[in-house]
């Protein structure tokens, strides 16, 4: 290791680290990034594990060093000398620079560390804003990172790490392959409780994930919001921030809200994105093309961390976003095809929660019911307009399994401790 960076070089091992457990997204860094030594760029919610990640791929490497933007030397070495943060060695060594989007024109001096190495190097770039690198001009990272994103914990990761893929994944829900596990239901009512964040999932405390999840809520306004826009107006987004777990699951009215908190149309709208860059919430929007009568526009929004939600319905469509969001997401990152979550509803208001697309048609139709296990009556008005020969519709209810047949379409009706687990 060299003497340069001793002082911000973290070595092995990181103790409890070792014995956590691994994220999904590691083997695709793994394939990825690290055999061809391309930087990997990892974004996500605050506190979602991006940094544990870094550190426990970092710990199977006998040399590398870890760095955080807040710490005072790495921003004096970052602003004299940048290139010191690889350290000299016979060995290939991996370079974790978390928050690094904090500094100013930090793609510029990122691309001159990486296009000057000497020799290879690995390194993973973390954040908890988007970490948007497609920028027009000189300092473009284009062709020298894989962007990767970062999800909280869902049902199937909580019993392994064995991401799926697409193909072949609709026959094999439908075919019920996967074994049934009798932690089904106990961690899915674990997640609808305390969200899929990694801190109050696993401590299960009531009282710790109340203080943890005020914390987060402070954290991300106060800290990543002031430090990414400079605005002033913290304690009125804060008050926006508030009304937004009433919001989720239903039509999103910038108009209702700006009228709550006396502010323009424009404002809200700069806030939301805002909210949206620094991973507190997402939006799902209309998918209208071959859908007659469709909105066009109106999106819902859903929070990354559902367990602020108090109404029971609204808090278990918003799991099962989750749940949806991520796996379009790591299909898409990991080259399987563009995925993207949309809903169905037309101007007579039938609608249909989610549709997963793939490459832009549509591909995976999905209803939610907390509690009904008769097919939704808008399946009539939606599947005869759609290419897609199998929909499912997921009830928090447990025990129930049944394929109902409409014409040549099939329709599952499951639970979702059973049916979560074949997502990511």
């Not at 790490?161 to 049934?180: A, M, Q, T, Y």
């Not at 926006?240 to 809200?268: R, W």
């Not at 697309?357 to 097919?375: F, M, Q, R, S, Y």
């Amino acid at each position: 290791m060299t003497k340069r960076a001793a002082n911000l070089t973290i070595l092995p091992l990181y103790g409890n680290l070792v014995s956590m457990k691994e994220r999904y997204l590691s083997s695709l860094i793994e394939e990825f990034c690290f055999k061809d030594h391309k930087m990997a760029f990892v974004s996500g919610p605050r506190q979602c594990g991006k940094t544990t990640l870094a550190k426990t791929l970092l710990n199977r490497r006998s040399v590398g060093a870890y760095f955080n933007w807040d710490e005072s030397e790495f921003r004096r070495i970052w602003t004299k000398n940048p290139s010191q943060i690889i350290p000299e060695t016979d060995q290939i060594p991996m370079v974790v620079l978390d928050e690094i989007h904090k500094a100013k024109l930090w793609k510029r001096t990122l691309k001159g560390v990486y296009d000057t190495l000497a020799a290879p190097a690995d390194i993973v770039v973390t954040g908890s804003a988007r970490l948007n690198v497609y920028n027009k001009g000189s300092d473009s990272l284009l062709g020298r990172y894989f962007h990767f994103r970062l999800h909280p914990f869902t049902l199937r990761e909580m019993v392994k790490n064995d991401p799926v893929r697409p193909k072949g994944f609709i026959e094999s829900i439908f075919s019920r392959l996967r074994p049934v596990s009798k932690n089904d239901q106990e961690n899915l009512e674990a997640l609808f409780r305390f969200g899929g964040f990694p801190e109050p999932l696993f401590s299960r405390n009531e009282r710790k994930a109340r203080l943890w999840r005020a914390s987060r809520v402070e954290k991300v306004i106060r800290e990543d919001l002031r430090d990414l826009s400079r605005i002033p107006e913290l304690s009125q987004i804060e008050m926006l921030a508030s009304l937004l777990p009433e919001k989720v699951g239903s039509l999103f009215s910038i108009v209702s809200v700006k009228e709550d908190l006396e502010v323009s149309f424009q404002t809200v709208k700069r806030w939301i994105d805002y909210l949206k860059e620094l991973y507190y919430l997402f939006e799902v929007k209309p998918f209208h093309r071959s859908i007659v009568r469709s909105l066009k526009k109106e999106g819902k929004i859903y929070l990354w961390d559902y367990g602020e939600i108090q109404d029971p319905a609204a808090r278990f469509e918003n799991l099962t976003a989750c749940h949806l969001l991520k796996t379009c997401h790591y299909w898409t990152d990991g080259g399987e095809g563009n995925f993207d979550l949309f809903y169905l509803r037309d101007k007579e208001k039938h609608e249909i929660d989610f549709l997963i697309t793939k490459d832009g048609k549509p591909w995976l139709p999905i209803e939610v019911k907390l509690n009904d296990a008769t097919p939704s009556p808008h399946w009539k008005k939606f599947l005869n307009q759609m290419p897609c020969r199998e929909a499912i519709q997921i009830v928090k209810t447990p025990r129930h399994w049944k394929i109902h047949s409409f014409g040549d379409r099939q329709i599952l009706v499951a639970s979702a401790g059973e049916l979560l687990g074949y997502f990511i």
